[in-house]
């Protein structure tokens, strides 16, 4: 075990240490989460950044080389590479995180804050990565969200294989959020309540014909046709999905009332639909394509039809300066000139 050292929350950011190493992160941490920070930071050697006082999280970081690939952009996928490859830890309670984010946030907000940082990231320590092994990034060569991005990044994410899925998903397999009704309720059941709370808001009736775009697995499909009584077709661009959806179909006997259609939404050619729903899809239709979306979606359901569109949405950010814009492509080019991004 090595021995602990701890550099105080107002140490200056020149060298502290007999490492260099250690000082450079040091540096690079603080200027990223600027003080009062609410966590606590452990280097890989045991050196520990303290919070400004008590803190219920600790990032561990793991190697010298950690911090340079984490903090790479794109930061939404570099941090989760991190993570699998064993670069870093979140010990503690994880929802503190929070505001130790919106701290990161603050400390970028200016050219001349961004100039820096990236001059502290251009100092941090490398090493090999040695770790876990990560998946292969996915390379989309078609234009980004064409029909062939599509089928592209779907058959990278979703075609990895069912029994990866089901090694994480409930029993249906369904793949977004649960409704959970009490702390020690399992996936299962919370999946299920989540399928009928869906088939409510629809207001399903029997004898209806249900439409759903990006089945997955076939659990909300089948859920319906079986509890509600309707006609469901569920469409899907995963080989995969679409194979084990449909023998699922087969298993619960509702070939009669269920097809699973492997292919695009956009191209079915059955358009007369008196209930329309899309779970955790319509993330992945780009904001330039949404009314191409909506549109469809509205050609394919009856009049006086409902639709149920479930997703994840995020405010836009506000537009920047052009001065803004400028130093951040100027930083970006900069970073990427060292031949190390």
Not at 7 to 29: E, G, I, K, Q, W
Not at 49 to 75: C, E, K, N, S, Y
Not at 159 to 186: H, P
Not at 260 to 274: C, M, N, V
Request: net charge positive; aromatic share 8%; charged share 25%.
């Amino acid at each position: 075990m090595p021995a602990m050292t701890t550099l105080a929350p107002a140490a200056p950011a020149s060298s502290t240490t007999a490492n260099p190493d250690v000082d450079r992160a040091a540096a690079f941490l603080r200027r990223l989460f600027p003080e009062p920070r609410p966590f606590h930071v452990r280097l890989w050697e045991g050196t520990v950044l303290p919070a400004d006082g008590p803190a219920a999280i600790t990032l561990a970081v793991h190697t010298p080389g950690a911090l340079r690939r984490m903090f790479r952009l794109p930061l939404e996928v570099r941090l989760g590479e991190a993570y699998l490859r064993g670069d870093f830890d979140l010990e503690g309670d994880l929802w503190e995180i929070g505001p130790a984010l919106q701290a990161a946030r603050r400390a970028a907000s200016t050219p001349a804050e961004l100039l820096a940082l990236a001059r502290l990231w251009r100092a941090l320590p490398r090493d090999g990565g040695a770790g876990r092994a990560t998946p292969e990034a996915a390379r989309l060569r078609a234009r980004e969200h064409s029909r062939a991005w599509d089928r592209e990044g779907i058959r990278y994410h979703y075609d990895a294989g069912n029994d990866f899925y089901a090694l994480f998903l409930d029993e249906r397999m369904v793949y977004s959020c649960a409704y959970f009704a009490a702390a020690d309720e399992d996936i299962h059941t919370a999946q299920a309540r989540k399928l009928e709370h869906i088939c409510r808001k629809l207001r399903l009736k029997p004898g209806e014909r249900l439409l759903d775009i990006g089945c997955g697995w076939g659990g909300l499909v089948i859920h319906a046709a079986r509890e509600h009584g309707v006609h469901a077709v569920g469409v899907t661009l995963s080989e995969r999905q679409a194979e084990l959806a449909g023998q699922r179909v087969r298993d619960a006997g509702l070939q009669d009332r269920v097809r699973i259609e492997l292919g695009d939404y956009r191209d079915l050619a059955d358009a007369s639909f008196d209930k329309v729903s899309s779970v955790g899809m319509f993330e992945h239709v780009g904001p330039a394509r949404l009314p191409e979306y909506f549109t469809h979606v509205h050609r394919v359901i009856k009049p006086g039809g409902l639709f149920m569109n479930h997703g994840i949405g995020n405010r836009p950010a506000p537009p920047a300066s052009a001065a803004r814009r400028m130093a951040r492509r100027a930083v970006r080019r900069w970073v990427l000139g060292t031949g190390h991004y």
